[in-house]
Structures are given as structure tokens and as C-alpha cells.
């Protein structure tokens, strides 16, 4: 037989075997999900009542949508219902609409962003919120366990698992640099569910090139922050809940309510996300990119239990514990909410409201 035709065969062997793995796979995926339904809502037409709130601009939006039809048709549930968020409107609005028809559970299927938007509509009604990773940094998945690579497996959580309750933060603007671009709402109170920040972080987010993010993920946070590594620190006041407010040089303080970032890092390893505190991180470095290295020594370390308080580091980050913490830099300051840019404030207000929203876990 031709040496040809034996390639060609062997050729055909291998795809078979590779579709039947992936079929396996599947049918075990799906599996998953479908088994994780109660089964009281099994073969019922009153059972669980899902709705989606989708960014359809993310890659995997699609895949979303098929999987849950299907899984939800599979287990004898109603039909999900979904709502598409807009450039206006980028998921609040649709979180409202899906509680006002009746909607259980409310999933989000986007990126933090699309998280922040879906959970200021949630926040204070006691109705759960799941997660459907499907952005850039899915912070607020990494922290809780969520899947991020299985739509089946994230899916199987919001139909099946249990109900936490959460803190959120806040964060207000309330006074804005005087060449700063107001937003619409200017006196908003942000959500926050992982970190909010002033300083070097925000800039970085700031300047995070959209369509990179797109390509490359959350690495394009850090080739953004690379062009910020030699601007000058800045001068800070932060007063924490009632204490006298102290003064100091920095690079950024961020304030967080969970401290677990993509690429395993771990920039707050003391907060927890239910202790009704939020945990203030003041940055510092000096004598150029040795001080940034020494910082990032830091905080590997620190995620790994060990710290180090020997003085005259070059590159630290101090921790407290607050419910309320107020950041005033007089120059003013590129501020930010889980990535979402807030604009150049001077004056930056964060407080905690404990237990406020409800998340579907594993």
C-alpha cells in the first residue's frame, strides 16, 4: 500500500480518537451542570429561574448562551431568559429588568466591569448573584473559586451551589482635580468588590490600551503600568474611620475587600471579603526600578505568609484594617474601581457595607 494512503489512515485514526475525547469531555461537562441542578427542579417546569445578563463584545459570550439553554432544557428547567448590556447601560439596568421578571439567580457573563454594574443593582435584595467568567481579570471569580476556563463548570456552580454573603465596598469622588473630566454622575458612589485605588494602580488601569486587553488579557495592566515605574510619588493624606489623619509619600493606596489578583499574585493577603472590614495598602518605592523590584519581592512574599519589617526597605507596602478610609492627594490622582477608571480625583472617600450582596459559590 502506498506510503501515502497509510499517512491518510493514520491521519483518520488520530481525528476520530481526538473527537472522541472531546465528546467524552463534553458529555461529562454537561454532565456536570445538569447533575448540579436540585432535584426538586428536575422534570419540573417551576423550577429555577435563570437570567444572564451578557457583555456580548466578550469572546466565549456565545458559548454562554448555548450552554445554558442546554443545560437548563437537559435538567427540565425554564427557558434562561438574557439580557445584553450596552455601551449606555453596561449591565445595571438589565439586572433590574431581570429581577422585575422574576429572575432567582441573575448571572453575569462579562468581565469585571459588567460584575460591578450587575452587583450595584443586586446589592441590598438578598436575590444571588453568579458568575460566568468570560473579561479580562474576573477578579471577583478568582477570589471566590470560580471556574474560569469551563462555562459548564461555572454554570454547574450558579445552578447548584450555595449562597454567601459578601461585603462591598464604596468609593466616592468627592472632589475631582480641577482639570479632570467629569463624568455624568460626579457624586456616585462606586461599588467595589475586590480593590479600589488611588495613585499608580489607577493610572495603570487608566491607560490600559482597550483592544491589547482584548489580545493579551490582563497583561496589558502591566505594559501599561511599565510607562508610570518613574513618575514622581505623590503626597498623601488618609485618615482611617475616626483616627488623626497621617501624611505621607507613596505610590498608591488601594483599598480592598478581597486581595487575590490574576497571575497569582496576592496583594492583600489579610483581607477577607466577609469580615465586614476593608483591608488599606499604602505602596511605596524609591531609588528607581531596585525599589520596585524590592516591592514585588514583597508582595510574592507576603502571599506566601512570610513578611518582612526590617527597616529601611526601598520598596514596601504597609497594611490596616479599616470600615472607612479617606485618601486626599492635592495634585490630584488618577482613581479606580475594579479597573474601572473614576477620573483624577483629590479627594477619594471608601467605606464598607458589610453582608450587602449575596454570591452564588461552590
Known amino acids: 500500500m502506498p506510503w501515502g494512503v497509510w499517512i491518510g489512515i493514520v491521519a483518520l485514526v488520530v481525528a476520530l480518537v481526538a473527537l472522541t475525547v472531546a465528546l467524552v469531555l463534553l458529555r461529562r461537562a454537561r454532565g456536570r451542570a445538569a447533575a448540579a441542578v436540585p432535584a426538586g427542579d428536575r422534570g419540573t417546569t417551576g423550577g429555577l429561574r435563570l437570567a444572564v445578563v451578557i457583555n456580548p463584545s466578550k469572546e466565549g459570550a456565545g458559548d454562554v448562551r448555548e450552554t445554558a439553554e442546554r443545560v437548563c432544557a ?35 457573563a462579562g468581565g ?11 446589592a441590598g435584595t438578598g436575590r444571588p448573584m453568579g458568575l460566568l467568567p468570560v473579561g479580562t481579570g474576573n477578579l471577583l471569580a478568582r477570589n471566590l473559586d470560580i471556574p474560569l476556563t469551563s462555562v459548564a463548570e461555572a454554570l454547574a456552580i450558579v445552578l447548584g451551589g450555595h449562597d454567601r454573603t459578601i461585603d ?48 493579551v488579557g490582563w497583561v496589558a495592566y ?3 503600568g511599565a510607562r508610570h515605574l518613574h513618575g514622581k510619588r505623590m503626597h498623601a493624606t488618609i485618615r482611617i474611620d475616626d483616627g488623626e489623619a497621617v501624611e505621607a509619600r507613596l505610590r498608591s493606596v488601594m483599598v480592598g475587600n478581597c486581595g487575590r489578583l490574576p497571575g497569582g499574585i496576592t496583594l492583600l493577603p489579610d483581607a477577607v471579603i466577609d469580615d465586614g472590614e476593608l483591608d488599606v495598602a499604602a505602596i511605596d518605592t524609591r531609588g528607581g526600578l531596585a525599589g520596585w523590584a524590592q516591592l514585588l519581592g514583597e508582595v510574592v512574599a507576603q502571599g506566601l505568609g512570610v513578611k518582612n519589617d526590617l527597616p529601611g526597605k526601598i520598596g514596601r507596602i504597609d497594611h490596616i484594617r479599616a470600615k472607612r478610609a479617606v485618601i486626599r492627594v492635592d ?28 454570591v452564588r459559590t461552590g
Open 74 to 108: 437537559d435538567a427540565a428547567m425554564p427557558t434562561p431568559r438574557f439580557y445584553e448590556t450596552t455601551v449606555d447601560d453596561p449591565g445595571t439596568g438589565q439586572a433590574r429588568a431581570a429581577l422585575e421578571d422574576g429572575a432567582d439567580v441573575v448571572a453575569v
Open 112 to 122: 469585571d466591569g459588567t460584575v460591578r454594574a450587575v452587583a450595584s443593582a443586586l
Open 168 to 215: 462591598v465596598g464604596r468609593a466616592r469622588v468627592s472632589e475631582y482635580a480641577p482639570d479632570a473630566e467629569l463624568p455624568d454622575d460626579p457624586d456616585t458612589a462606586h461599588i467595589f468588590l475586590v480593590i479600589a485605588g488611588l495613585g499608580f494602580d489607577a493610572a495603570m488601569v487608566a491607560d490600559a490600551d482597550d483592544q491589547l486587553k482584548a489580545r
Open 222 to 224: 502591566f505594559l501599561a
Open 331 to 358: 495634585e490630584g490622582e488618577q482613581a479606580q474601581a475594579d479597573g474601572d477608571p473614576l477620573g483624577r480625583a483629590v479627594e477619594l472617600e471608601t467605606w464598607v457595607e458589610p453582608g450587602a450582596l449575596v
